[in-house]
């Protein structure tokens, strides 16, 4: 086990004085609440300095568990020790244990010292480096860097760098309601805001609940997320017989940014988000996209709108999303869908009384099932 972990933030550092320390709690509120949901209360986090130290016994994988946090930069599993010559020998040789199973390629130490230390960087690095004589030792292209930051307040080494998702603490940046669906681009969106700082709520518009997704934009974030849920088939069923035909997907998605709407109002969300890209299918086309957008007064943002499909695949690997992808074909879908639709005729559509009166019985369908908070 490690004495500990030491966390830096990304982007938080780019802040002014009390906006930094503003965020620094707000990321030291979400990794608490993490290591809540862990049972590892025992654990004590402190700030010093802008750098959060983490202390009592910890493993590789509580490592990993922290570093996959909104806001964080990397983790850095540590033996702590004192601002000795002795100290750091003593540290160095249980790190040099924790160490048996890894064999880099090569390695060197990088010392960082209070100015005001009689000890010297070399005499730092030269002693480190002796409890690694099995590693070859490369100070110009290390695969591995023992890192030993010495300070009288605080000294420690460690060497297992886990990188994190970056970007600002989860809550920072205001909230937004995303329109969330099984497929793979939603859940990029959403994680793509909730790394710019976004507290998220989720709409979900379909029969079966979405908790893996909700489960793993918790884990990046540090807080319980709410999901909406709202029964779709019933609305598709009444586009349906009331002949929408090629028009039917533009009516759903129109749908769907009313319903958004309403709902942020209610939870005081500022703006909706969703995995919508340019050209990616019918509905996405920029006549598409703009006239529906006509139709509410909400903010839509639309993180992914201009990658390639690739990317966001590259992406949703990357965050852990991807083989979460369980989203059977619409058989809604008509088989020529309406691709240039002008603000002026949707409009028109919308307005009339067959669609506000499929809006409202819709509406009438609605029974939100909050998801309960997360308990661990
Ligand atoms: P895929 O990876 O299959 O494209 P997707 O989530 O992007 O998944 P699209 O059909 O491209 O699905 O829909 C575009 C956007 O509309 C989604 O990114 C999402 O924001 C929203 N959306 C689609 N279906 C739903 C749904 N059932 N519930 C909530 N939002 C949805
Ligand atoms: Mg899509």
């Known amino acids: 086990m490690y004495d500990g972990i030491v966390i830096h933030y990304a982007e938080i550092f780019l802040k002014g004085p009390s906006v930094k320390r ?114 070859p030792l490369d100070l110009n292209n290390p695969t591995c860097i023992i890192y030993a930051v010495i300070k009288k307040q605080y000294a420690y080494i460690g060497f297992h760098r886990v990188n994190g998702p970056g970007g600002l603490p989860y809550g920072s940046s205001g909230r937004v309601l995303v329109l969330i669906s099984r497929g793979i681009d939603s859940t990029v969106a959403a994680w793509l805001m909730a790394m710019r700082g976004c507290e998220l709520s ?15 934009l918790e884990q990046y974030s540090g807080k319980p997320i709410k999901v909406f849920l ?35 109002n209610n939870i005081k969300a ?57 989203n059977p074909s619409c058989p809604f879908v008509p088989k020529h869908p309406y691709t240039a639709m002008k603000k002026e005729k949707l409009h028109h559509y919308i307005h009339s009384s067959v669609f506000k009166q499929c809006i409202s019985e819709w509406q009438a369908s609605w029974n939100f099932q909050k998801t309960h908070n997360k308990k661990a």
Not at 41 to 70: M, N, Q, W
Not at 202 to 216: Q, R
């Open 270 to 326: 500022q703006a909706l988000v969703t995995g919508e890209n340019l050209g990616q299918v019918a509905s996405q086309t920029l006549d598409n996209m703009v006239s529906m957008t006509s139709m509410v007064d909400a903010v839509i943002l639309r993180p992914l709108i201009a990658l390639n499909k690739e990317e966001i695949i590259d992406l949703a690997k990357e965050i852990g999303s991807y083989l979460l992808y369980n």
């Open 202 to 216: 989720l709409l979900h518009f379909g029969e079966e609940p979405v908790d893996k997704i909700k489960e793993l």
């Open 230 to 264: 709202i029964p779709h088939k019933i609305l598709l069923q009444k586009f349906q017989d009331r002949e929408a035909e090629k028009h039917l997907c533009i009516f759903c998605k129109t749908a769907m940014y009313i319903a958004g709407e309403i709902i942020a």
């Open 22 to 135: 503003k965020f620094e709690q707000i990321l030291i509120c979400r990794l608490q609440e993490k290591l809540k949901w862990k049972e590892r209360l025992d654990l004590k986090i402190s700030l010093k300095e802008h750098t959060i130290l983490i202390k009592g016994p910890v493993d590789l994988t509580l490592v990993e568990y922290l570093a996959k946090t909104f806001g964080v930069r990397y983790a850095l599993p540590v033996v702590f020790c004192k601002s000795s010559i002795n100290s750091i020998c003593e540290a160095s040789s249980r790190l040099s244990v924790l160490a048996q199973n890894h064999n880099p390629l090569s390695f060197r130490v990088k010392p960082k010292k209070e100015k005001l230390l009689s000890l010297s960087s070399k005499t730092i690095e030269y002693e480190i480096a002796s409890f690694f004589q099995h590693w």
